[in-house]
């Protein structure tokens, strides 16, 4: 059974940067051919896919995010970690991380439990 935990902080300030772990258990985030993904959910809003670290190290960024983020792993530790910068009240949102049962599918298999983000001074 694979498990993924999200950590980091709740609250961080405007102007400066969000930086999320999510470590995995039960699994390599090496294995072919997965990809393990951030996906947020502000309040009152749908799911917003914003990238992935494919098994190989590769990554890829949703279009309209992709300026401010970046997404990389620690194999050694089986975590990978999200920064989004510039953060605005407009980044508030349930944070989770996921897997792809492969690159840019869209089918989620496991999930974190989410972590509460909030952008505010």
């Not at 792993?73 to 970690?81: C, G, L, V």
């Not at 605005?88 to 439990?113: I, N």
């Not at 989410?114 to 505010?120: I, S």
Request: proline letters at 5%.
């Amino acid at each position: 059974q694979v498990q993924l935990q999200e950590s980091g902080p709740g609250l961080v300030k405007p102007s400066q940067t969000l930086s999320l772990t999510c470590t995995v258990s039960g699994g390599s985030i090496t294995t072919k051919y997965y990809s393990w993904n951030w996906v947020r959910q502000p309040p009152g809003k749908g799911l917003e896919w914003m990238g992935l670290i494919a098994y190989d190290g590769s990554t890829y960024y949703s279009p309209s995010l992709k300026s401010r983020t970046s997404i990389s792993r620690d194999t050694s530790k089986n975590h990978f970690s999200l920064q989004l910068s510039s953060v605005t009240p407009e980044d508030t949102a349930v944070y989770y991380c996921t897997r792809d049962v492969g690159v840019v599918t869209a089918t989620y298999d496991y999930w974190g439990q989410g972590t509460q983000v909030t952008v505010a001074s």
